[in-house]
């Protein structure tokens, strides 16, 4: 176990999400000048289940290839979720030193892309199936090499085509983001209940006055007191990103959606009669509805 490689390394990909999520500067600027903390209650990644084969032999790009990182730097999978509709399995990893450490868990997904149509399967292997020698390295990555571990967190495979994009994201929103995107970080969480401020005590106030800032919010806050989470986010960035032009093939930029940034606040809920403890899973429903943010809008 690393918790501090862990430590570390989440910090570095922070930097780098804060850098391209401007809401999460707002957020992070909001709470310090009201003399709060900023923590992180989880960070969330996505991947796609399927095998492509490689000099290596078969290689998984799912939720296995994120985990083998996760588990050596000693996370312990906490949790796993079905979403039968969307065709997307999840778990959650803690850390057992979360707390010594300031250890975000990690929400790792995955889309199940035998359950596809055909043709949208076979546009999303023929993106992914060719992946350049110098990345198949992080299939066995180094874990004493914090900045290879880092470029993990990245697309290895090919720059998908415009076309292929654009047709696969009639069918899953969610594959379109991973061809484009690949494991790149898909959001960061503010941890409601580590704000340590009276000026925001809640998730509530927190998004008013975050919305007060000019920050586009999710119309709704998914979950209640009783379930023992509250969920919700800023609308999703929209970046410009490299596809290959049809006709040209020559690479070209589009807008597409890149991030979100969370909000969660946690409850004391009674998992056993007589053992109040704060819940630290998640709820399917508001992680389907949290899906949704990064949906492109025509």
């Not at 930097?15 to 969330?44: C, F, L, P, S």
């Not at 076979?122 to 066995?140: E, G, H």
């Not at 509250?230 to 093939?249: G, K, P, Y």
Request: aromatic share 12%.
């Amino acid at each position: 176990m690393n918790p501090e490689l862990a430590s570390s390394l989440w910090e570095s990909l922070w930097q780098e999400y804060k850098a391209r999520v401007n809401y999460a500067q707002i957020y992070e600027k909001m709470i310090i000048n009201a003399g709060g903390t900023v923590a992180n209650d989880h960070i969330a990644f996505r991947s796609l289940r399927l095998l492509v084969d490689s000099p290596q032999g078969k290689i998984n790009l799912g939720i296995n290839h994120l985990a083998q990182i996760a588990e050596a730097l000693g996370y312990e999978v906490a949790g796993e979720y079905t979403f039968t509709a969307t065709h997307l399995y999840a778990r959650h990893y803690q850390h057992p030193q979360a707390a010594e450490f300031d250890l975000p868990k990690l929400f790792i997904s995955e889309l199940i892309v035998d359950e596809l149509p055909e043709n949208i399967a076979r546009l999303i292997y023929q993106t992914v199936s060719k992946i350049p020698d110098a990345m198949l390295s992080f299939w066995t990555p180094i874990f004493s090499d914090e900045q290879q571990l880092k470029q993990i967190f990245s697309r290895p495979w090919q720059v998908p085509r415009r076309s292929v994009v654009e047709e696969v994201n009639k069918i899953t929103q969610y594959g379109a983001w991973v061809l484009l995107h690949g494991y790149a970080v898909n959001h960061f969480t503010g941890y409601i209940n580590r704000q340590n401020t009276p000026a925001y005590p809640d998730i509530d106030t927190t998004v008013e006055a975050l919305a007060k800032l000019g920050v586009p919010m999710k119309a709704e806050i998914e979950g209640d007191v009783s379930c023992g989470l509250r969920q919700t986010a800023t609308h999703a960035v929209s970046e410009m990103v490299i596809v290959l032009d049809d006709s040209s093939q020559a690479e070209i930029q589009i807008p597409w959606t890149y991030a979100y940034y969370e909000l969660a606040q946690r409850y004391i809920v009674e998992l056993e009669p007589g053992k109040p403890e704060l819940f630290q899973a998640f709820l399917g429903r508001n992680a389907q509805q949290l899906f949704e943010m990064t949906r492109k809008m025509a």
